[in-house]
């Protein structure tokens, strides 16, 4: 009995490995261009197209607005990965309280990208961090009765949606939902710190491109 015992186990240990291999080997995903697995990288094309204005916010209400989004020198790469030199947020304002912001761009960091397949939503996952360091971007914010004047670093992660990522698309939606509550964002080490918006980005080649 002790030995059939032990046959029916190691049998239930096999099954289990093998779904293991299975489910990992199924949710294993990669960058399509043109209905082809991706080789190398392929280029974005710098501009995008605004869906949804981009906002954030932090404690107390403030918010900076931005009305556009360029990519400078970004690109996916296999199989799941990419990089950008610099992302950077146009017509920027600060529209809450007596601040203003120092010019109207926010240019990020060098960042890394890292793409994953969603889990019960078909949706995605881009998660944008520094190439190197923490902090993805600052900015300034000015005025004589400004009481939060300064330069603010904003660390952390972002975590960009993908909502057609497995659609075979020219242009595909990117969109920033990153709540106050998710704590991946810190303003000056501070948590409460949100980011929301969408904008449609392709790939400099025009080809359509996907991620599954």
């Excluded at 261009?33 to 501009?47: D, I, M, N, R, Y």
């Excluded at 995605?124 to 670093?153: H, M, N, Q």
């Amino acid at each position: 009995m002790r030995s059939k015992s032990r046959g029916v186990l190691v049998a239930l240990v096999a099954v289990v490995a093998f779904s293991a291999v299975a489910s990992a080997s199924a949710s294993a995903a990669v960058w399509r261009v043109g209905g082809s697995e991706l080789v190398g990288s392929a280029s974005l094309a710098p501009a995008t197209k605004m869906v949804e204005e981009v906002r954030l916010e932090w404690t107390g209400g403030a918010t900076i607005r931005c009305t556009g989004v360029e990519l400078k020198g970004a690109s996916i790469a296999a199989p799941s990965g990419g990089s950008a030199e610099h992302l950077v947020f146009t017509g920027c304002a600060f529209i809450s309280g007596s601040c203003s912001l120092k010019g109207t761009t926010i240019e990020s960091k060098s960042l890394a990208l890292t793409a994953a397949l969603g889990g019960s939503s078909p949706e995605d996952t881009l998660v944008v961090k520094p190439a190197s360091g923490k902090v993805l971007t600052e900015f300034t914010l000015t005025g004589a009765s400004c009481a939060r004047a300064g330069i603010y670093d904003l660390t952390g992660k972002v975590t960009l949606v993908l909502p057609s990522g497995r659609e075979e698309l020219a242009e595909q939606e990117v969109s920033m939902r990153t709540s106050a509550l998710s704590a991946e964002l810190r303003l000056d080490g501070e948590t409460g710190v949100s980011l929301k918006g969408a904008v449609k980005a392709k790939l400099a080649s025009g080809k359509a491109w996907s991620f599954n």
